[in-house]
């Protein structure tokens, strides 16, 4: 009768406000820090779309100091924009030099023009120079935005962009890449979409309807970049684009020594197959950098991160909150202490080049 009575009073269910208790009895670790000092080797200092006031989204200080708190010693900024924005960001933190270190943005505008080769030459030596500046960062507008006089869709592997990719390794400049999306987001936005909420939250952020785009075109895309630029060292961003199927990022490692990947904003998929991951880190110790996707001004995702990575707990949220990605919590993988200090913190010095006194 009582089931009866709600569906007569309920006739929908918000699914955004859709937060149930778990009534599973299990061990709750909390970790503040880690078991080593890290480097966030993927954060956000400036905006989140061009033009976005972002100072006044974060105090510095107030970043900084929490940054310490929770043990990171260094925090890599990714410009997603222009040099503009660049500039903007250190004004905003100036007083804060020894957190940061920074990874330029590229203006790729103008890409089909004769001195196109010229201006990426010139922004990638302004990149060398700047002792702040540890590397550069293509956001996925190449690729999934940018087009040509005629209307085309750029492409990562177009001839154009090979001063880039040549140039940067020439100078020793890492290259993150962010390529794709989740596959989800190349789906429909309906029931049998597993990140429904999320892209109830951000339909900007579905793709079902650019029947231009495909994931797996974008992926074909990145992996014969990576081979044709072995000299270049690559850090694709979200776990090689592709968090929720491991097995494809070990083939990714496997077959190019050049590419790194990184945990930024994908604790939701790791997260829930952390046996698969354990191996994974397990079997390219060397090729996985900590990153969370930080953008100044949210809450500090650490001790989430932490909690998957140390404990063997079970069944957890993946962050503050709980349906941000997904209706489903996270278990912990429990990484021996040697693989830990390489994912916090040897990793990421050894692909930025980064001088960090422990």
């Given at each position: 009768?009582?089931?009866?009575?709600?569906?007569?009073?309920?006739?929908?269910?918000?699914?955004?406000?859709?937060?149930?208790?778990?009534?599973?009895?299990?061990?709750?670790?909390?970790?503040?820090?880690?078991?080593?000092?890290?480097?966030?080797?993927?954060?956000?200092?400036?905006?989140?779309?061009?033009?976005?006031?972002?100072?006044?989204?974060?105090?510095?200080?107030?970043?900084?100091?929490?940054?310490?708190?929770?043990?990171?010693?260094?925090?890599?900024?990714?410009?997603?924009?222009?040099?503009?924005?660049?500039?903007?960001?250190?004004?905003?933190?100036?007083?804060?030099?020894?957190?940061?270190?920074?990874?330029?943005?590229?203006?790729?505008?103008?890409?089909?023009?004769?001195?196109?080769?010229?201006?990426?030459?010139?922004?990638?030596?302004?990149?060398?120079?700047?002792?702040?500046?540890?590397?550069?960062?293509?956001?996925?507008?190449?690729?999934?935005?940018?087009?040509?006089?005629?209307?085309?869709?750029?492409?990562?592997t177009d001839e154009c962009?090979?001063?880039?990719?040549?140039?940067?390794?020439?100078?020793?400049?890492?290259?993150?890449?962010?390529?794709?999306?989740?596959?989800?987001?190349?789906?429909p936005a309906d029931l049998?979409?597993?990140?429904?909420?999320?892209?109830?939250?951000?339909?900007?952020?579905?793709?079902?309807?650019?029947?231009?785009?495909?994931?797996?075109?974008?992926?074909?895309q990145q992996e014969e970049?990576?081979?044709?630029?072995?000299?270049?060292?690559?850090?694709?961003?979200?776990?090689?684009?592709?968090?929720?199927?491991?097995?494809?990022?070990?083939?990714?490692?496997?077959?190019?020594?050049?590419?790194?990947?990184?945990?930024?904003?994908?604790?939701?998929?790791?997260?829930?197959?952390?046996?698969?991951?354990?191996?994974?880190?397990?079997?390219?110790?060397?090729?996985?950098?900590?990153?969370?996707?930080?953008?100044?001004?949210?809450?500090?995702?650490?001790?989430?991160?932490?909690?998957?990575?140390?404990?063997?707990?079970?069944?957890?949220?993946?962050?503050?909150?709980?349906?941000?990605?997904?209706?489903?919590?996270?278990?912990?993988?429990?990484?021996?202490?040697?693989?830990?200090?390489?994912?916090?913190?040897?990793?990421?010095?050894?692909?930025?080049?980064?001088?960090?006194?422990?």
């Open positions: 009768m009582r089931l009866k009575l709600l569906r007569r009073k309920q006739k929908s269910v918000n699914l955004l406000a859709y937060h149930p208790r778990s009534q599973l009895a299990v061990p709750e670790t909390v970790l503040t820090q880690g078991a080593f000092p890290a480097v966030d080797a993927h954060l956000h200092l400036g905006p989140r779309y061009p033009g976005e006031p972002f100072e006044e989204r974060y105090d510095p200080e107030l970043l900084a100091r929490g940054l310490e708190k929770a043990g990171i010693l260094l925090g890599v900024d990714l410009e997603l924009f222009s040099w503009e924005s660049f500039r903007r960001v250190r004004r905003h933190t100036a007083g804060y030099k020894q957190y940061f270190r920074f990874c330029a943005p590229v203006d790729l505008q103008g890409f089909e023009e004769p001195d196109f080769e010229r201006k990426v030459e010139e922004q990638l030596l302004r990149a060398a120079e700047a002792p702040e500046i540890c590397g550069i960062k293509i956001w996925k507008d190449l690729g999934m935005e940018l087009r040509g006089k005629e209307g085309r869709l750029a492409k990562l962009f090979s001063p880039l990719w040549k140039q940067a390794g020439k100078l020793g400049l890492p290259v993150v890449l962010h390529v794709a999306d989740p596959p989800a987001f190349f789906e049998r979409n597993e990140r429904l909420p999320e892209l109830i939250r951000y339909p900007m952020w579905s793709y079902a309807d650019r029947k231009e785009l495909s994931f797996l075109g974008l992926l074909s970049l990576v081979l044709r630029y072995p000299d270049t060292v690559f850090v694709i961003a979200h776990m090689g684009s592709w968090a929720s199927n491991l097995d494809y990022v070990e083939g990714l490692l496997a077959s190019h020594p050049n590419v790194y990947v990184d945990t930024a904003a994908v604790l939701s998929e790791i997260g829930r197959q952390p046996r698969r991951f354990r191996a994974l880190a397990e079997k390219f110790p060397e090729r996985i950098l900590f990153g969370t996707d930080l953008f100044g001004g949210d809450p500090l995702p650490y001790s989430y991160y932490y909690r998957f990575l140390e404990t063997e707990d079970e069944y957890f949220p993946y962050g503050p909150d709980e349906s941000a990605q997904g209706f489903w919590r996270i278990y912990g993988c429990g990484l021996p202490k040697e693989l830990l200090k390489k994912l916090y913190l040897e990793n990421a010095k050894q692909v930025f080049h980064l001088e960090i006194k422990t």
